[in-house]
């Protein structure tokens, strides 16, 4: 393995960084008390990846299995315990555990402990995950969507869901 091509061709550097302070509000807020903090999207690092700050309200949160076919997946439980699902069985983790999901690996996670957590998700290469994330909320508010719809939403969002395990 090498470093990949040279794609900053100056010779002096230059002041390209972004800052966000802790207390930025989210940009989702979920009718079950969770958010979403946009950390950094993919549109942002273009096209490299894309990370968010996922924080559970205390109501049971979280999908179920599923897999993506052209993005990886990470998760690294920031406070509270989340339940992950690596494919094979739920574990339960807690602050400073991680979990790496390559495209087509099985995942899910859920807050099941009846307390706020939060973690990072960081997806790679940086998929627009926002409208998916923005789309869930406006579900989970009363939106409705055909069946068709719903098939061509999840298949647009690289979402292919499997039986609940």
């Known amino acids: 393995m090498s470093y990949p091509p040279i794609r900053y061709t100056g010779e002096t550097g ?9 207390d930025h509000e989210p940009e989702l807020s979920y009718t ?5 903090d946009y ?5 942002s690092t273009g096209g490299d990846f894309g990370l968010y700050r ?18 990886s997946e ?8 989340v339940r992950l699902y690596n494919g094979e069985q739920w ?16 995942h899910a996670f859920r807050n099941v402990a009846g307390e706020p957590a939060s973690m990072l998700l960081l997806f790679t290469p940086g998929a627009p995950r926002e409208e998916y994330f923005e789309t869930l909320a406006e579900l989970a508010r009363g939106r409705t969507l055909t069946d068709e719809e719903r098939a061509e939403f999840y298949l647009r969002h690289d979402n292919y ?3 609940e395990s």
């Open 39 to 43: 950390l950094t999207t993919g549109a």
């Open 32 to 36: 079950s008390g969770g958010s979403v």
């Open 14 to 22: 230059e002041v390209s960084a972004t800052f966000r302070p802790r």
């Open 54 to 71: 996922w924080n559970f309200g205390p109501n049971e949160s979280g999908p179920g299995p599923h897999f993506h076919k052209t993005i």
């Open 74 to 81: 990470s998760f690294y439980i920031l406070d509270g315990a």
């Open 91 to 106: 574990v339960e983790a807690t602050a400073g555990d991680f979990l790496y999901v390559p495209p087509g690996g099985i």
């Open 161 to 163: 869901w499997l039986e």
